[in-house]
């Protein structure tokens, strides 16, 4: 079999494609048209600057205090909370610790309020309006855990000893 080479081929191609394209069979086909782009008028610019048609939906924007400054700490109070003892409702500095009693299975202490009642407490009791708990019961005081709270850090534990009043005499 013989190859062509160069012009023989080129023709041959040329012939083949000619032979495709009946002038009576093409049919040009419609350009599409560019796309249209909608040209706001006054009822078009209306709607999108007409209220929404749920109040609920609303957009409030959001407004900061003009006195608060972001770049500075946030100052924290520590929790306040009205717990449902009576040893909750006062300050640790008003509460008296005046008998302990140790060497038994579950230690316990008597802790006096500011009106002169004694309250018996455990470990685990919560003491004071600042949700502080005792810990650990000794022979001579109590250790009362306090969370502190520090803008921007963890919370630091304080350990508060709450000592026996000494005896007159």
């Not at 032979?19 to 040209?39: F, K, M, Y």
């Not at 500011?114 to 685990?124: A, E, L, S, Y």
């Not at 022979?139 to 709450?162: G, S, T």
Request: a neutral charge.
């Amino acid at each position: 079999m013989k190859r062509m080479h160069g012009p023989g081929m080129l023709a041959a191609l040329f012939t083949t494609w000619l032979a495709g394209c009946d002038s009576d069979s093409t049919t040009t086909a419609p350009r599409p048209s560019a796309p249209t782009v909608p040209v706001a008028t006054e009822a078009t610019r209306a709607e999108l600057t007409a209220e929404p048609a749920s109040p609920t939906r609303a957009y409030v924007p959001v407004r900061r205090a003009p006195d608060k400054d972001p770049f500075r700490a946030p100052e924290l109070e520590p929790p306040r909370h009205e717990g449902n003892s009576e040893l909750e409702r006062y300050d640790l500095d008003e509460l008296k610790l005046v008998g302990i009693v140790v060497g038994v299975a579950v230690p316990r202490a008597m802790v006096e309020d500011p009106h002169g009642v004694g309250h018996m407490v455990t470990i685990g009791t919560a003491l004071g309006r600042d949700g502080a708990r005792v810990s650990a019961i000794r022979k001579d005081e109590i250790v009362v855990e306090r969370k502190v709270l520090r803008p921007l850090q963890k919370p630091l534990v304080e350990m508060l000893p709450l000592r026996l009043a000494p005896q007159p005499g």
